[in-house]
């Protein structure tokens, strides 16, 4: 392109998941359904484990912070796309292009780093129990999710900054519902080969790391698991991490899924709808996920909402009929 067509971009065209004009209030309606559904069984898990002194402890406080980051995960896309719709509109000014981005790659990271800190505190607590308290004391699970938020802040901040350096023409349009990383880098003018270099180093140590981590936690539980001599033991080690394996397996393969179908496909809409498992669907399903079989999570819930009182009620109003 010539360099008198290069000028500073004010603003991009985000076109969504459909331009049909007879899809919009569906998808405005599904997408609604889901982040309030999102928003609500988050904060929901929250107030539980915040307000029952039995689940004052590391492994439901790392799922309470899973849980914040997961609402504010989804708030960074969904909001902006139902206005786009609702208003007819699919612009985004580059500052708030840059700004969604940022905060969707910092809760990303978070949401990546969090989970291998649950799998290392499942991984003390089944591989050695005794030790455990000791270990996992409220200090370091406070430095631990204080980790996850630097780590996750500078890389987000260096992806940040990398995409400020590219230059772009005007009247952009990203085939997307919101400012995703490689579209930006794709339709910069300027060299783009620092940026996609830099982008898959830290790509590949992001997830990398993390997941070596987790798959090496989970080799040592399931070689304590199989070393156990009692079958009621090995049922009660492995239903405690049977619910975060499940999130990590959804967040994992919906994640690789996306990136899987868009090399092959060469097509960005469809990477587009795929990508809606990850940044809508795993945020919504995860406290499912940690409440349908958790009794502990149910108790509280009862709790909170006084229902625990409701069956012994009844229950004595019965013993007084003759």
Request: glycine share 4%; charged share 10%; proline share 4%.
């Amino acid at each position: 392109m010539e360099p008198g067509n290069l000028t500073r971009v004010s603003e991009f065209l985000l076109l969504g998941l459909s331009e049909e004009p007879e899809l919009q209030p569906l998808l405005f309606g599904l997408f609604l359904s889901m982040y309030l559904i999102t928003v609500l069984g988050n904060l929901l898990m929250i107030l539980a484990v915040s307000s029952d002194p039995h689940l004052h402890t590391p492994m439901y406080f790392f799922l309470s912070n899973l849980s914040f980051v997961d609402i504010c995960f989804t708030s960074t896309t969904v909001p902006k796309m139902l206005l786009n719709i609702q208003t007819q509109s699919k612009v985004i000014t580059y500052e708030g292009c840059i700004t969604q981005m940022y905060f969707f790659l910092l809760f990303a990271g978070l949401d990546d780093f969090l989970l291998t800190v649950m799998a290392y505190d499942r991984f003390v607590a089944i591989c050695h129990p005794l030790h455990y308290t000791a270990v996992m004391h409220p200090q370091l699970c406070g430095l631990l999710v204080l980790a996850c938020w630097i780590i996750s802040v500078l890389i987000s901040l260096l992806y940040s900054l990398m995409t400020l350096r590219l230059s772009f023409s005007t009247d952009l349009e990203i085939p997307h519902f919101f400012c995703e990383l490689n579209q930006m880098i794709q339709l910069a003018c300027s060299d783009n080969f620092l940026n996609n270099l830099v982008m898959y180093f830290v790509t590949v140590l992001m997830a990398g790391g993390p997941l070596a981590g987790i798959l090496y936690s989970y080799s040592k539980i399931v070689s304590s698991i199989r070393a156990m001599s009692s079958a009621q033991g090995k049922y009660k080690a492995f239903s405690t991490c049977a619910s975060h394996l499940s999130v990590v397996s959804l967040f994992y393969l919906t994640s690789l899924g996306v990136y899987l179908s868009s090399a092959v496909t060469h097509s960005s809409q469809s990477s587009a709808t795929a990508s809606v498992m990850y940044t809508v669907v795993t945020p919504m399903l995860n406290p499912f996920i940690y409440s349908l079989r958790n009794k502990d999570i149910k108790g509280a819930l009862e709790r909170f909402f006084g229902l625990t009182g409701i069956p012994r009620t009844i229950l004595l109003r019965l013993k007084k009929c003759p």
